[in-house]
């Protein structure tokens, strides 16, 4: 039987029996949208039928931008650039670090796409309200969350900062609809000019106009559901789509007393494994910061720090389907 409906992402249960199925259906419509062209093997779980052989399949990337990386920077320099411009955070993951002095005390990680805050404006500002006040620890009205034209605002200044609270993603890259066309996109086979068949994941991105090469979340995504439907696979998204906090490293960080900094960790909206807003900050009452903590012969000094100890996933969902690949070619643009 298809899926009943879609769950708010992280399996929140904030939402209205009304504000929830308006927001399956909002969904709804957009799976449907992006898996209408031709040659997309991509569906809506809640309109087909998802068979209980169904494979998952997780795809996770480091949160760090591929992008800073791929320049001349020295650590220090890309570090600095990362966390004073969210901008820049585009792997679908954003932070802000909270400093006393130069001393790092406290980095926020969210990977909640602003779709849900837009929804929200729609069908339950006071619950979008409630959850922005909760998030920021001050009094927030409904129309700073708007734009001049009266629509939600995800760069909204509650939701900017880089020194302090945040509530979800705002760089223009960072949403659940990008994340979705990605997805149906990549279940297009390409070939090269030449008849063959293209499976690098970078070249994979330039061939069929899918992102950004640079980044590590849309090769690794395109290239992992690219590889399923190579193999009779259709695709679709995991109950509840979103982008969610992966794996969090903390081997190799040394505490002042011993304390495992795995402690440190604090899940804020989510569940476990479907977590989209945490933060890492040592409690109060140890008497010590984050920026004491020991980093690869050096104290913490940066978010983006860890945010290279940190990763991102989505998953998706691949049932067997009757059909024979076939491969198309790139895009005129790319010249391959």
């Given at each position: 039987m298809p899926l009943k409906q879609f769950a708010a992402p992280g399996k929140l249960t904030e939402l209205s029996k009304a504000g929830l199925k308006a927001w399956s259906a909002r969904l709804s419509e957009l799976f449907d949208a992006v898996a209408a062209p031709g040659g997309r093997h991509f569906y809506d779980p809640t309109t087909s039928d998802t068979p209980g052989d169904a494979q998952s399949a997780a795809v996770t990337w480091p949160a760090v931008p591929g992008r800073l990386l791929s320049r001349r920077l020295s650590p220090e320099r890309r570090w600095e650039v990362a966390d004073h411009d969210r901008n820049q955070q585009d792997e679908y993951c954003e932070w802000s670090v909270l400093r006393d002095g130069d001393k790092v005390?406290?980095?926020?990680?969210?990977?909640?796409?602003?779709?849900?805050?837009?929804?929200?404006?729609?069908?339950?500002?006071?619950?979008?309200?409630?959850?922005?006040?909760?998030?920021?620890?001050?009094?927030?009205?409904?129309?700073?969350?708007?734009?001049?034209?009266?629509?939600?605002?995800?760069?909204?200044?509650?939701?900017?900062?880089?020194?302090?609270?945040?509530?979800?993603l705002m760089q223009f890259s960072n949403n659940l609809r990008a994340a979705v066309i990605l997805a149906a996109e990549a279940t297009v086979l390409r070939k090269n000019k030449d008849g063959r068949a293209i499976r690098h994941?970078?070249?994979?991105?330039?061939?069929?106009?899918?992102?950004?090469?640079r980044r590590?979340?849309?090769?690794?995504?395109?290239?992992?559901?690219?590889?399923?439907?190579?193999?009779?696979?259709?695709?679709t998204l995991a109950n509840p789509p979103g982008l969610y906090l992966d794996r969090f490293i903390t081997t190799g960080l040394a505490t002042p007393d011993g304390t495992d900094p795995r402690s440190f960790?604090?899940?804020?909206?989510?569940?476990?494994?479907?977590?989209?807003?945490?933060?890492?900050?040592?409690?109060?009452e140890l008497g010590y910061t984050l920026g004491d903590i020991n980093l690869a012969g050096g104290p913490i000094v940066a978010g983006a720090q860890l945010a290279e100890r940190l990763s991102v996933r989505i998953e998706a969902v691949a049932r067997s389907a009757a059909f024979e690949p076939r491969r198309r070619s790139c895009l005129q643009s790319s010249g391959l």
């Open positions: 005390v406290r980095v926020t990680f969210t990977t909640e796409t602003p779709d849900y805050y837009d929804h929200l404006m729609d069908v339950d500002p006071t619950l979008l309200v409630n959850l922005y006040e909760d998030a920021t620890g001050g009094k927030v009205s409904v129309d700073e969350l708007r734009d001049e034209n009266g629509l939600f605002d995800a760069t909204n200044r509650f939701n900017s900062r880089t020194d302090g609270p945040i509530v979800h994941p970078q070249t994979l991105i330039v061939c069929g106009g899918l992102g950004d090469e590590h979340s849309d090769p690794r995504i395109a290239s992992a559901i690219n590889n399923l439907v190579a193999q009779r696979f259709e695709i960790w604090t899940i804020e909206r989510g569940e476990p494994g479907h977590a989209l807003r945490a933060r890492f900050e040592v409690p109060p």
